[in-house]
């Protein structure tokens, strides 16, 4: 990717309509188009992020947080260089931002120069390394919503075990296993056995993320 803004896009969600201002006159005269919300709630109803190049997002605003919008984002699997900005900044919640992959923490308030050089490093970023991590996270969510039948019937999908067997093993109909295969299908979003398989993969905890 060239260093040159050239009209990407960078999304901003902040309550502070005067950050928001601001902001977007910043980004604009930098070169970059801006688009503006002033809830989480009003940012995934109407907007697109894999069209982004970076998500500039504040940490505390009525409603859904930064923090469960960046939650959220990961359950969809969208691999968007994220940047928190708040007033309200604290080692604890930078750590827990940046694990689930947001690329730069910064407190308000900041010299303009100093936003920017942020901004253009994130979309510079490791983008292939980002985007591993928001599948993995992304597949681990989707894991997590299994309930412990569920977990087990996958366990043994994934290990290659036919219905039958899976049924003999948990001790119950091959009917109610064909039922929590659905389940578990549905739940992971896949729709291959191949596709089961990789997310479970995917999932599973990874040293590089703790």
């Known amino acids: 990717m060239s260093d040159s803004p050239c009209g990407l896009l960078v999304y901003v969600v902040d309550d502070d309509e005067a950050f ?4 977007r006159r910043l980004l604009e005269a930098a070169g970059y188009r801006a688009a503006m919300y002033a809830t989480a709630e009003h940012f995934l109803a109407t907007c697109d992020p894999p069209a982004a190049a970076c998500i500039v997002l504040d940490v505390r605003m009525p409603g859904m947080s930064g923090l469960e919008l960046q939650e959220e984002l990961l359950r969809r699997g969208h691999a968007v260089p994220l940047v928190f900005v708040t007033a309200h900044g604290n080692v604890a919640t930078a750590v827990s931002a940046m694990k689930k992959g947001a690329v730069d923490f910064i407190e308000k308030p900041f010299h303009d120069d100093d936003f920017l050089a942020r901004i253009a490093d994130a979309i510079r970023g490791n983008r292939p390394v980002f985007q591993e991590r928001a599948r993995r996270l992304s597949a681990a969510a989707r894991l997590a919503t299994l309930s412990q039948r569920e977990r087990e019937v996958l366990e043994r999908i994934v290990a290659g075990k036919p219905n039958k067997i899976i049924a003999e093993e948990l ?8 039922a929590h295969r659905a389940k578990v299908m549905e739940k992971t979003g896949t729709t291959t056995v191949a596709e089961l398989v990789q997310t479970s993969i995917d999932g599973q905890p990874a040293a590089r993320d703790s």
């Open 20 to 23: 928001r201002d601001s902001t």
């Open 171 to 178: 001790g119950i109909s091959i009917r109610t296993v064909e």
